[in-house]
């Protein structure tokens, strides 16, 4: 007499369950991460800024003067400067000379400037939002609508 073997293995119902669970987990992860990426890039952006910001200081202790307005800052146009990302860069930095007082505060007199960083479509952030460094170390952000909101 032969003993019959069970069949092992999972049901539809249990293969169901766990795709249904997987899903779930996955509708919760992928905003998140999502979320924490756009963070990273605009941090980086930011820090680039800050950065840019230093090297114009030590630009104006070298030459006594600010470089001039510049609307598409590429590597090296400021000795050190060089943001990365090349040659797909997430940001497009730019210098206003004087500053123009884009963050809301009188635009100052004397020697001045305003830093900007755009998201490119690269970068995978809004085009129309901008970010903004001033000499007096004003930080401002430009939203899409218009909204200037202070500090960043």
């Not at 170390?137 to 939203?143: A, F, P, Q, S, T």
Request: proline residues 10%; aromatic residues 8%; hydrophobic residues 40%.
């Amino acid at each position: 007499m032969r003993k019959r073997c069970k069949a092992r293995g999972f049901t539809l119902v249990e293969v169901m369950v766990v795709i249904a669970i997987l899903a779930i987990i996955a509708a919760i992860a992928i905003p998140i991460y999502s979320h924490y990426i756009k963070g990273a890039k605009i941090g980086r952006g930011e820090g680039n800024l800050v950065l840019l910001s230093t090297l114009m200081e030590r630009y104006y202790q070298n030459n006594n003067a600010y470089p001039a307005s510049n609307p598409a800052l590429t590597p090296n146009v400021i000795p050190g400067w060089n943001p990365g990302n090349n040659p797909n860069p997430l940001f497009t930095y730019a210098i206003q000379n004087p500053d123009p007082g884009v963050c809301g505060v009188a635009a100052p007199t004397g020697p001045s400037y305003a830093l900007s960083a755009t998201p490119t479509a690269n970068s995978g952030l809004p085009t129309s939002e901008t970010f903004y460094l001033d000499s007096l170390n004003d930080r401002c952000e430009v939203l899409p609508n218009g909204t200037t909101v202070a500090g960043w």
